[in-house]
C-alpha cells in the first residue's frame, strides 16, 4: 500500500471496482476488490468492516462469473 487511506479513498475505490464489474470486467473488479480488501486490513487491522466489505463484493463478482 503506497499511501493513506481515507474514508473518501476507500469509497472512491470501492465505486471504481463496482464500475468495472458494471462494464463486465469482473476478473479485474474482483482484483480491485481483493487490493482494496487487503490495504485496509494492512492499515485498519484484519476485521475492519470496510475490509470484510470489499471481500464481500470480491466474493458477490465471482459468483457472478
Known amino acids: 500500500m503506497s499511501d493513506h487511506l481515507t474514508d473518501e479513498g476507500v469509497a ?23 487490493q482494496l480488501g487487503t490495504d485496509i486490513q494492512a492499515q485498519f487491522g484484519r476485521f475492519d468492516r470496510r475490509a470484510v466489505d470489499a471481500f464481500e463484493a470480491m466474493a458477490r463478482v465471482i459468483s457472478e462469473d
Not at 465505486?15 to 481483493?34: F, H, K, M, V
Open 12 to 34: 472512491r475505490r470501492m465505486d471504481e471496482a463496482a464500475e468495472t464489474a458494471t462494464r463486465g470486467q469482473r476478473r479485474e473488479a474482483a482484483r480491485l476488490y481483493s
